[in-house]
């Protein structure tokens, strides 16, 4: 760069002089699917609206999300000024009603206090919820726009909650083999999809045979799989990985027709035929791809990673926006 050229200065707005109120101005602003995405980057949760001022009882809870990966209920609570021990009252009050598990708390400035209480809520909760403190801030260079910025002042220890569940395992019940080799599967692939992908959010790794990764809309989602049973072979003594995509609430019938209308387009599209299972007597619809595998061969780990990350990207893009796309009537029924 040119040591003469000049650069320009990070200029902070106050929030007010772009939001006057937080039900009126702030709220609405932050509804609105691109920033949530900002926000969910940020905690890194893909969240779907589901309600504005949420009625709870006698009280409004600001904004209620779904959670895409998991399909749980998201509370977030907004404050423009210093937080106060009314709004740490409402949320908590809120989650309780709506039975959230995750919390997000958005003000201007965290005091050392409430900042506190949020570290203790996490310390003292199972890894069933999530609690978020970040404050918001307003960001400019010259006559540029006004760019929001969000900073974590307060989120889950995830390390310290895993080591806490690993000693409840130890004293509750050993895992089994098949449990040991699962965790170690998905913590590898975990580490792996987030040095390689932008794209795909792998969740925590557990010890099963899933790992669920959100496509933007409550309901549906995608999902790695490392089974011991080679459904092919119809064996253990070979195993299979699979990436899918998940239908699984009260319209999948509808979301797998709608999708099964573009078969041929959608698996030219992948580049390969795909498995198209819709079992009449259960809800849950699958669109998935296979290959068989040796689970136990830790040195192929990487190979089967790779194959997982790269059909987890296609999927993913070929089913996105068409997922999105989908619009369902009261009666769902009918498309619009």
Not at 3 to 28: A, M, Y
Not at 212 to 217: E, H, R, V
Request: glycine residues 4%; charged residues 30%.
């Amino acid at each position: 760069m040119n040591s003469t050229q000049t650069l320009g200065r990070l200029e902070k707005v106050e929030l007010r002089n772009i939001w006057t109120s937080e039900s009126d101005e702030f709220t609405p602003w932050l509804a609105k699917e691109e920033n949530l995405k900002l926000l969910g980057d940020t905690i890194g949760i893909e969240l779907e609206l589901e309600a504005q001022e949420k009625e709870v009882g006698p009280f409004r809870a600001d904004i209620l999300c779904k959670d895409t990966a998991t399909d749980r209920w998201v509370l977030i609570e907004n404050q423009l000024e210093r937080t106060d021990h009314t709004h740490l009252g409402q949320l908590l009050t809120y989650a309780a009603g709506l039975k959230a598990v995750s919390l997000v708390w958005i003000a201007k400035k965290f005091t050392e206090e409430h900042r506190a209480a949020l570290d203790w809520l996490n310390e003292i909760t199972d890894d069933r919820y999530n609690i978020f403190g970040l404050e918001v801030e307003l960001w400019k260079i010259g006559d540029s726009l006004v760019a929001p910025k969000f900073n974590i002042i307060s989120k889950p220890n995830d390390w310290s909650r895993t080591v806490a569940a690993g000693a409840s395992q130890v004293r509750s019940a050993a895992l089994t083999e098949a449990k040991i080799l699962q965790r170690e599967y998905w913590t590898a692939f975990f580490d792996y999809a987030k040095e390689n992908s932008n794209l795909i959010k792998p969740t925590k790794p557990l010890p099963q045979h899933w790992m669920n990764i959100a496509i933007g809309k409550s309901g549906t989602s995608l999902a790695a799989i490392a089974s011991l049973y080679d459904s092919v072979a119809q064996t253990n003594n070979s195993h299979e990985i699979r990436v899918e995509l998940v239908l699984d609430d009260a319209n999948s019938k509808f979301y797998f027709e709608k999708l099964s209308s573009n078969k041929e387009q959608i698996e030219s599209e992948v580049g390969e035929r795909l498995n198209w299972y819709n079992p009449e007597e259960k809800r849950m619809c699958r669109i998935f791809i296979r290959k068989s595998t040796n689970l136990r061969e830790k040195d192929d780990w990487p190979n089967q990673h790779a194959w997982l990350l790269e059909k987890l990207e296609t999927f993913h893009r070929v089913f996105q926006q068409r997922i999105k796309k989908i619009n369902i009537h009261p009666d769902a029924t009918q498309a619009e």
